[in-house]
């Protein structure tokens, strides 16, 4: 079963430094949808990505927040810079996370 908000909330108050966490609790705020838990979601992902700039998966829904809040140019930069992580990675998630954000990067291609 999938950890919720409520739970991920629990593991950041333990631990608010802690990167994995605070990627779940922007995960979950993310699928939870809504301008508020977007907003949310946007700042604790932005922590995650800056403490662990490694784990890719926080470039990949980062930029989705991103794009849902209408920050455009940010998620562009976002998934850039997470497909430029994923260049040279022969397996393991990386390699299914490239090619969603660079999908996501096309789906961006003109708008401002």
């Known amino acids: ?3 919720g ?6 593991l950041v108050a333990l631990d ?4 994995l966490s605070r990627f779940g609790l922007g995960q979950a705020l993310f699928k939870e949808g ?16 800056a403490r662990d700039p490694e784990h890719l998966a926080t470039y990949h829904v ?3 927040v991103l794009i849902r809040l209408g920050r455009l140019e940010a998620a ?5 810079a997470g497909c430029e992580k994923t260049k040279g990675i022969g397996e393991g998630m990386g390699r299914d996370l490239g090619p969603a954000m ?9 708008q401002r």
Do not use: I
């Open 1 to 3: 079963m999938a950890m």
């Open 5 to 10: 908000v409520a739970q991920f909330r629990k």
């Open 16 to 19: 608010g430094e802690d990167a």
């Open 34 to 49: 809504g301008e508020a838990a977007l907003a949310e979601a946007a700042d604790h992902l932005a922590f995650a990505n």
């Open 62 to 64: 980062l930029g989705q």
């Open 76 to 80: 562009r930069a976002v998934l850039e």
């Open 102 to 110: 660079a999908e996501l990067l096309r789906g961006l291609a003109g």
